[in-house]
C-alpha cells in the first residue's frame, strides 16, 4: 500500500514562494502520474497540477498556470509543486495524489491520496 506524505507547506507573504514535496513510501510511483490538489475552507477541492510518469507531460489549471510548476523525481518517488508570486487566494490544504497512468481532474479515480500540508498565504 502506498502512502503519501506531503511536507512545504506553511506561512508566505503575498508574492512568496514555497515548494511543496510528495514523498511516497510503502511502495513506488512507478507508472503512476501524480498530481496536487487543494481544497480552501469553505470550499470544495479544485485540481492544480498534474505530471503523468513520464517527464514533460503536465497540466495545470488556469488559476495557477505560469506561476506553479509540478515536477518529479523518479528515482526517489517524490513529486514536487514549486510555488511562486503566491496570491492569497492560493490559501489551502494541498494534498497530493497518485493514479496509475494519469491523474484525472476530477480527482474522482485517484488511487492514492496524502494527508496534506497547509499554506496560508497572508501579509
Known amino acids: 500500500q502506498v502512502q503519501l506524505v506531503e511536507s512545504g507547506g506553511g506561512l508566505v507573504q503575498p508574492g512568496g514562494s514555497l515548494r511543496l514535496s510528495c514523498v511516497a513510501s510503502?511502495?513506488?510511483?512507478?507508472?503512476?502520474?501524480v498530481a496536487w490538489f487543494r481544497q480552501a475552507p469553505g470550499k470544495e477541492r479544485e485540481f492544480v497540477a498534474s505530471?503523468?510518469?513520464?517527464?514533460?507531460?503536465?497540466d495545470y489549471a488556469d488559476s495557477v498556470k505560469g506561476r506553479f510548476t509540478i515536477s518529479r523525481d523518479n528515482a526517489k518517488d517524490t513529486a514536487y509543486l514549486q510555488m511562486n508570486s503566491l496570491k492569497p487566494e492560493d490559501t489551502a490544504i494541498y494534498y497530493c495524489?497518485?493514479?496509475?497512468?494519469?491523474?484525472?481532474?476530477?480527482?474522482?479515480?485517484?488511487?492514492?491520496w496524502g494527508k496534506g500540508t497547509l499554506v496560508t498565504v497572508s501579509a
Open positions: 505530471s503523468r510518469w513520464s517527464p514533460g507531460n503536465t
Open positions: 495524489a497518485a493514479e496509475w497512468g494519469s491523474v484525472k481532474r476530477s480527482g474522482n479515480t485517484v488511487n492514492y
Open positions: 510503502g511502495g513506488t510511483l512507478n507508472y503512476y502520474g
